[in-house]
């Protein structure tokens, strides 16, 4: 396994995470983490490391707030769709765009930053702990950690309830594993582990998703949709929903 690059699938992938229920839902849950994430931090102008941040979603939405962002990612098709809506926005002064993998940061960049996002990127890497430590060495010591990954937990519990116990038996890999769907989704356990090892300390636990991919009927995803979100995040920081989102969204400082 390498690391993936979405140069091939680009628009599909951007048009699927954000311009869909799940993205919406996605967008909303996230965009509240990050908000809190700043509430945590100086009232001051910021600078943010979002790190595989792909096209800038939440890069752009941070340098609305007056803060200096560096996006990078592996993807140059991405970047150059973040350059387009970054230039179309006005925001080329708050955002330095960088093209390379996590692990090749710029040894000119090993400042320290307040806050880093790391969204939904472990789980495409050949060598995800490694990697984030890596990334950590760039968080100030005051700093917060924003990070999401695919959950292999609730990936198995969604076979399981949709009746794939041989797929769950065979460890989901195969023909039901699409494009768009992590190559190596992470156990909670596994990268809580890796955290503590490197002496961070988990402020929020946020499931990403805990109800909208167990709906039993689809199309009630667009017809109650404003009832869906209102319920998602009325239950994403609750147990045993938090643990259940196809994502899970973890907020971190130092110990």
Request: with cysteine.
């Amino acid at each position: 396994m390498s690391d993936h690059n979405f140069d091939d699938i680009a628009q599909k992938y951007i048009t699927n995470i954000y311009g869909t229920s799940k993205g919406k839902i996605r967008e909303v849950i996230v965009w509240d983490e990050l908000l809190t994430c700043l509430e945590m931090l100086p009232t001051r102008k910021l600078r943010i490391l979002d790190a595989g941040g792909g096209f800038g979603f939440f890069s752009q939405k941070l340098a609305a707030l007056d803060h200096d962002v560096l996006l990078c990612d592996i993807s140059s098709v991405m970047l150059a769709e973040a350059k387009k809506q970054i230039d179309a926005a006005q925001l080329q002064q708050n955002i330095t765009i960088v093209h390379c993998a996590i692990e090749d940061l710029p040894v000119e960049l090993q400042g320290s930053f307040d806050l880093i996002l790391n969204h939904a990127v472990l789980s495409w890497l050949e060598k995800p702990k490694q990697t984030l430590h890596t990334l950590l060495k760039y968080l100030s010591e005051t700093g917060v950690l924003s990070l999401m990954f695919y959950n292999k937990e609730a990936q198995r519990f969604h076979n399981l309830v949709s009746g794939n116990f041989e797929f769950v038996a065979k460890g989901m890999l195969g023909k039901k594993v699409v494009k768009l769907t992590p190559t190596a989704p992470l156990y909670p356990t596994d990268v809580i582990d890796w955290l503590a090892e490197f002496k961070m300390k988990i402020i929020a636990k946020t499931g990403v998703r805990v109800l909208h991919d167990y709906l039993k009927e689809r199309q009630l995803c667009d017809d109650k949709f404003a009832l869906l979100l209102q319920a998602e995040q009325q239950y994403c920081h609750q147990e045993p929903y938090a643990s259940l989102g196809r994502y899970m969204h973890l907020t971190l400082n130092r110990k």
